[in-house]
């Protein structure tokens, strides 16, 4: 009940009537009544709005992305194993990870010892920018098991605006993963700074990024037993914990150090009609811009290196050395791209129904790693190699069509080291009526020529050496999918044909540990195959839902032409159940249990004298797969916040499969209890 008086609103109170004789529901009304505001104040509204975008190396142009503010899938967001746990990884968080399904993989780049932390590894190609109405602050924390073996993270970025033409901010990035098992710790530093300057006319991005990564090698379990039959180990006697079990190394370091600036200006071109309007019988000559065209330039600078540190090592755990132990085993990649571009951009008449753009660029590359004189360890020196390339390009897209969209590239070296190198792809998105629904049908073509990355070809250091004089791998893939909104159904098949494909393997030999279990000695090497191998993946997703419930499936299935070369799993599987629910009207709400299962295959083995996945030894195979992990969880989304806690391999011990290899020789972590926030916070 309300009492109304002019002006106040009071509510009623459980006071009746005090000793003064005051009525009890005008004095808690009095009480509780807000001060009357001052006209001549007026009240600051905060905007939550921004808006992101990232710079596209080649064309100079910026492309607008989605901001990170998702509910769905937030639990999995700091997962190495990947929102769809479809990435192989070492066991801790941010160790490195290969995905097992072939069509997710990306090209090597030209400093390979990147590829499996792109877990963690931005390029400045993929930096956001960002544009806020109000200076804005972002955190990310998360926080997994306890503080001996657990593993923590924080993340964020700020974000300010002067006026509506510059923007500057940083992004931080810290992971420190200490580890379940023995030497498993990893520790990551991302920095990034930006600023901008847009106007219409006129504009400059700048950014620096600085990482830095250091992670213990502890080169896979001693005895696999350990995990598969820990009662034989143990003789029956006692029960080992993760921190108990034995590695195989320590005392081994690897470290990667990344230092990278981006420079992109860009002029707007446009031109001036004149037209003529009339008002009644006045007639009057009106001039509109134009806006068809831009110039770009873009500068891209970077140093990377490796560094791996070996103290220790047990005899027979690497086949070969090539220098002495107290040799520096680093290799570094400095390089700098300039590119120039022109584009005509989508719209700007009738006849421009997509945007096209042309570039030119010039790449300059230095790489260093040791070497010898003779192959005598006391000539032992860093010797550097250069590489220089003058490429070409072109691009064209459609996006503002509402039926059909569709983008086209094209690059080649014309001049250089890799001369002939030739990548040319296609996409084309189609919406249209299918059984009365709407759908998406789609496709893609990618046919491409290129030289494998420098260290694929050339690679020294202490404890794997090749020189390799490598063709260039040829690629053809093509793909389609089919996707229906209404049912939650998405159908994707690709296949490629690949000759010459370049991968490293370990020639290594297996030996006897002394109980009657074999483990792999690493020698690890380039190969290159001489034939052609076809790869065929189809994909299921399919949504489910009845009210609150929901069931999110990914099952994926592959072929490999040559399961020797190209080890896939038959068959990978996601599955997620979960319920969705408001609760009082406000808080976002997702309870459920998500499962991730491949079949057995003889995986790809990890190095860490190289930091790369690799074939294993053919004298001591290792397959791994056939074991489900299940994680349960409470995602949660209220006013922009949104957070998490799960419990991580929730299964770990309750089945009589106990083979939770995840990479041979590197079981999953066990059970875990994991927390996640995300909180962003307006001036």
């Not at 003779?374 to 390009?393: A, H, I, K, P, Q």
């Not at 994707?492 to 297996?510: A, F, W």
Request: aromatic share 14%.
């Amino acid at each position: 009940m309300f009492l109304s008086v002019p002006g106040i609103c009071l509510s009623q109170s459980t006071l009746s009537q005090n000793q003064d004789g005051f009525n009890g529901e005008l004095m808690d009304g009095f009480m509780n009544m807000e001060p009357s505001k001052d006209s001549t104040v007026v009240e600051r509204v905060v905007s939550h709005e921004y808006s992101q975008w990232i710079i596209n190396a080649d064309t100079g142009l910026p492309e607008e992305i989605e901001p990170d503010s998702l509910h769905h899938l937030f639990q999995y967001a700091h997962l190495t194993e990947g929102a769809e746990g479809s990435y192989s990884h070492l066991g801790n968080m941010g160790s490195p990870r290969l995905s097992r399904l072939y069509f997710e993989r990306k090209e090597i780049p030209s400093f390979m010892f990147d590829s499996p932390f792109d877990f963690w590894i931005r390029q400045p190609s993929d930096f956001r920018f960002s544009d806020t109405k109000t200076p804005m602050l972002k955190i990310d924390y998360y926080k997994g098991g306890d503080k001996r073996t657990g593993e923590e993270r924080v993340k964020g970025f700020f974000a300010a605006n002067f006026g509506k033409k510059t923007g500057i901010g940083f992004d931080l990035d810290y992971l420190l993963g200490r580890g379940r098992y023995e030497n498993q710790s990893t520790s990551f530093f991302d920095s990034r700074l930006y600023a901008y300057h847009r106007t219409d006319a006129y504009s400059i991005h700048v950014s620096v990024n600085r990482d830095k990564m250091k992670m213990a090698e502890n080169g896979g379990i001693l005895d696999p037993r350990y995990i598969t039959n820990p009662e034989a180990m143990a003789e029956g006697r006692k029960q080992y914990s993760a921190e108990d079990i034995p590695f195989r190394l320590y005392n081994n370091w690897s470290n990667l150090e990344r230092k990278q600036a981006l420079l992109n200006q860009s002029i707007l071109l446009s031109k001036q009609i004149s037209y003529l309007d009339s008002i009644g019988d006045t007639v009057l000559t009106r001039r509109r811009t134009i806006e068809y065209g831009k110039v770009a330039h873009t500068l891209e600078i970077g140093k990377l290196s490796r560094k791996y540190q070996s103290w220790s090592q047990p005899d027979f755990y690497y086949g070969r050395t090539f220098l002495n132990n107290d040799s520096v085993d680093r290799a570094s990649n400095f390089y700098v791209t300039n590119t120039l571009s022109f584009s005509l951009l989508e719209g700007f008449s009738k006849w421009a129904v997509a945007g096209l753009s042309a570039y030119v660029g010039f790449e300059h590359q230095n790489f260093s790693m040791p070497d010898t004189i003779g192959g005598d360890w006391s000539n032992e020196y860093m010797r550097r190699w250069g590489e220089n390339n003058l490429f070409v390009g072109g691009h064209l897209e459609r996006k503002t069509g509402e039926n059909l969209s569709f983008s086209a590239d094209a690059k080649t070296v014309i001049l250089g080291d890799e001369i002939g190198d030739i990548k040319i792809n296609g996409r084309i998105e189609l919406n249209h009526k299918l059984f009365r629904k709407d759908a998406e049908l789609g496709a893609d073509v990618t046919v491409s020529a290129l030289t494998p990355s420098f260290f694929m070809e050339n690679y020294h250091s202490t404890f794997s050496w090749w020189d390799n004089s490598l063709d260039k791998e040829l690629r053809t893939r093509i793909g389609g999918w089919l996707e229906i909104g209404k049912t939650g159904t998405r159908l994707s098949v690709d296949v490629e044909s690949v000759s010459n494909y370049t991968y490293l393997k370990n020639t290594g030999i297996g030996y006897d540990n002394g109980s009657g279990t074999e483990i792999p000695t690493y020698n690890i090497t380039a190969v290159q195959d001489n034939g052609s191998i076809q790869i065929l993946s189809a994909q299921l997703r399919q949504n489910l839902k009845a009210g609150p419930l929901h069931w999110d499936n990914v099952v994926t299935w592959q072929f490999s032409g040559d399961r020797d070369v190209i080890p896939l799993p038959a068959l990978n599987v996601f599955s997620d159940l979960y319920f969705k629910f408001i609760y009082y009207k406000r808080l976002h709400m997702e309870i459920g249990a998500n499962a991730t299962y491949f079949t057995r295959y003889s995986a790809p083995s990890y190095s860490p004298a190289v930091g790369m996945y690799h074939l294993q030894s053919s004298q001591c195979i290792q397959e791994v797969g056939g074991y489900p992990l299940i994680t349960g969880y409470l995602n949660c989304y209220i006013r922009g916040v949104r957070f998490y806690v799960m419990y991580y391999h929730a299964n770990d011990g309750l089945f009589n499969n106990t083979d939770s290899f995840i990479v041979p020789g590197y079981p999953a972590n066990p059970g875990m209890l994991k927390f996640g926030l995300s909180w962003p916070l307006f001036d």
